[in-house]
């Protein structure tokens, strides 16, 4: 096996539903990236215009870099035990007169960046032995590095109207990776583009419960999950009163989504929210996704869904 089939096939063994090889150069949706923050697409989300220039050039994550391996890595929901949330086991979430609030499902897990970490450490192992005198650096999510360009240029799939790359059976369900290296690896061929398989298709457009999606893509300051999740302090009622039942993250775009599996939403009760300390939240949620909105941001959300559920509950008594 060639060193590319190594490395791939190591990857796959690691749990990656698919996984591909690129050339460390300047990505092909560069500019629909600059387009997006110029356009202030990115909400207050400056971390990633204070980075700018660093993602045209892979050299600013890892030196000498001259090549890509792009994993995509299934969502999992099963490594974090039930009692980590206060969970509702009804699908409606109505049980014990709680209050529900909904849960992302990309969130009810460990968090992603630490188990794939975890993948990636094991890959550069393989990498090392490959080559012993090259180097290469595993990252998620956090380094300026375009990952769903990256995963569309490797050939592991396409992107949707969701702006998200949909991934063969796995649709939109999956995290992406990227080991970067200073070898000159043969890259697998590209295939797709955007919208390759969408068609005629608008469901997670028309499904956006703020307007955020468009065919242009996806605007954050509309976002519900950039507003539950990234966003610090007060929200604003226009987007607060389309909070729906959600507590952190919103699934709907991919919910819709014809190429994705159904999955059984997860709830929390509200008011075990409101009632929490900052130790029962750690304990709670410190090794999950939840811990990005802090105690106070998902406090502010299971606000938010009380509130909605009380105005709800008084329309009812009137009728």
């Known amino acids: 096996m060639s060193a590319e089939e190594v490395l791939l096939s190591r990857a796959k063994e690691l749990g990656a539903v698919s996984a591909g090889i690129i050339e460390a150069r300047r990505p092909n949706g560069l500019d629909r990236f ?3 923050l110029d356009d202030g697409c990115n909400a207050d989300m400056t971390y990633l215009s204070a980075r700018r220039e660093a993602y045209a050039d892979a050299n600013a994550v890892l030196p000498g870099v001259r090549s890509m391996v792009v994993l995509a890595m299934p969502q999992e929901t099963e490594s974090l035990a039930k009692s980590a949330f ?5 699908e409606t979430g109505e049980t014990s007169g709680a209050v529900r609030g909904r849960i992302a499902f990309y969130a009810v897990s460990e968090d992603y960046h630490s188990r794939i970490r975890r993948t990636l450490k094991q890959l550069a192992q393989t990498h090392r032995e490959l080559f012993p ?3 290469c650096r595993g990252v998620v999510d956090t380094a300026p590095i375009l990952e769903k360009d990256a995963a569309l240029t490797a050939g592991l799939g396409y992107i949707g109207k969701n702006t998200l790359l949909q991934c063969g059976d796995w649709g939109s369900r999956v995290n992406l990776a990227v080991l970067l290296s200073t070898e000159a690896l043969h890259p697998t061929p590209g295939q797709g583009g955007r919208f390759a398989s969408c068609e005629d298709c608008r469901k997670c457009i028309d499904a956006c419960p703020t ?3 468009s065919e242009s893509g996806l605007d954050a300051r509309r976002c519900l999950s950039y507003w539950l999740i990234e966003h610090r302090g007060p929200i604003p009622d226009e987007i607060a009163s389309r909070v729906g039942n959600r507590v952190f993250g919103c699934d709907v775009c991919q919910d819709v989504c014809p190429h994705n599996r159904p999955v059984k939403p997860v709830y929390i009760d ?3 929210v409101l009632r929490m300390t900052e130790d029962e939240f750690q304990t709670r949620f410190g090794s999950t996704p939840v811990s990005r909105c802090g105690l106070d941001g998902l406090k502010r959300n299971a606000e938010i869904v009380l509130q909605r559920n009380q105005t709800l509950q008084n329309s009812e008594n009137k009728k």
């Not at 206060?86 to 009804?90: D, G, H, K």
Request: glycine share 12%; charged share 20%.
């Open 270 to 272: 509200v008011n075990a």
């Open 86 to 90: 206060p969970c509702l086991e009804s």
């Open 34 to 36: 600059y387009r997006w």
């Open 133 to 135: 005198n090259g180097k």
């Open 211 to 213: 307007g955020a999606l």
